[in-house]
């Protein structure tokens, strides 16, 4: 099977679908803060809204590192 | 070799289709973390330049020209942003954003209530602090900060 044997298949199967789904959770949680920034930018509250920004930037900065494990040839890849 | 049956049912050459594939999704999310990112960023950014420096001191009339119990509308800090007079007793003036925090309409002031109306979605505000009384608005109105210079009325900030 191209290559790879079934367990291998599995294991890459597996991998993708953890990596999945976690940038799942990722994405909405960033959409929430999305939701809190335009909240408390039209309450004028800036220091919230600098929160969620930062805290939108560890999310991407979490996604971009997540999806290394999926790169064909990257990190991991058996 | 016959051709499969499901073949002649499903006669789609599989090479030239352009299906996506798990892995390009889960890439793909990436980019839509990387979107959310940005319109915060941006957002942050608008506040940063929405703070900068005071805003301008504006005659708005003379109080005697607003009878006990009336409104007027005006624009401040610029002619984008319709604000609504108020005077509530003989030295009570109030003044607020005239844009509904629910989704913008233009509030009404209503005497006998002494509250702001939003026609759109029946929305209130209290007429004193702006405060929401009912409906779908989130927030208070934006309060305009008034200066009796005389009979002058002067607009000197706001909290919007």
């Known amino acids: 099977m191209n290559g790879f044997s079934r367990r291998q298949q599995s294991q890459r199967m597996a991998r993708l679908y953890a990596v999945m789904t976690c940038l799942l959770i990722v994405v909405v949680g960033?959409?929430?803060?999305?939701?809190?920034?335009?909240?408390?930018?039209?309450?004028?509250?800036?220091?919230?809204?600098?929160?969620s920004t930062l805290a939108s930037a560890v999310g991407l900065a979490g996604a971009t590192w997540l999806v290394r494990y999926i790169i064909p040839g990257g990190t991991h890849e058996n | 070799?016959?051709?499969?049956?499901w073949k002649d049912d499903?006669?789609?050459?599989?090479?030239?289709?352009?299906?996506?594939t798990r892995r390009e999704f889960t890439k793909s999310l990436v980019w839509v973390s990387c979107a959310s990112f940005?319109?915060?960023?941006?957002?942050?950014?608008?506040?940063?330049?929405?703070g900068d420096g005071p805003l301008p001191q504006k005659n708005i009339g003379r109080a005697d020209d607003l009878p006990i119990?009336?409104?007027?509308?005006?624009?401040?800090?610029?002619?984008t942003e319709p604000c609504v007079l108020v005077?509530?007793?003989?030295?009570?003036?109030?003044?607020?954003?005239?844009?509904?925090?629910?989704l913008g309409c233009p509030v009404l002031y209503q005497a006998?209530?002494?509250?702001?109306?939003?026609?759109?979605?029946?929305?209130?505000?209290?007429?004193?602090?702006?405060?929401?009384?009912?409906?779908?608005?989130?927030?208070?109105?934006?309060?305009?900060?008034?200066?009796?210079?005389?009979?002058?009325?002067w607009a000197v900030g706001a909290k919007l």
């Open chain 2, 1 to 5: 070799m016959k051709t499969p049956a």
């Open chain 2, 10 to 20: 499903f006669p789609i050459s599989w090479p030239d289709d352009d299906l996506v």
């Open chain 1, 30 to 51: 960033q959409f929430v803060l999305l939701l809190v920034g335009v909240e408390s930018f039209w309450r004028g509250q800036t220091q919230i809204l600098l929160a």
């Open chain 2, 112 to 153: 006998k209530e002494q509250r702001l109306e939003c026609p759109c979605h029946e929305g209130a505000f209290d007429a004193r602090t702006g405060a929401v009384l009912y409906g779908p608005p989130p927030r208070p109105l934006g309060v305009i900060a008034l200066e009796t210079r005389g009979n002058e009325l």
């Open chain 2, 38 to 50: 940005l319109a915060n960023a941006a957002l942050l950014g608008r506040a940063a330049v929405r």
């Open chain 2, 69 to 79: 119990g009336g409104a007027r509308v005006f624009h401040y800090p610029d002619e």
């Open chain 2, 87 to 102: 005077r509530l007793s003989e030295q009570e003036f109030v003044a607020f954003s005239q844009r509904c925090t629910h």
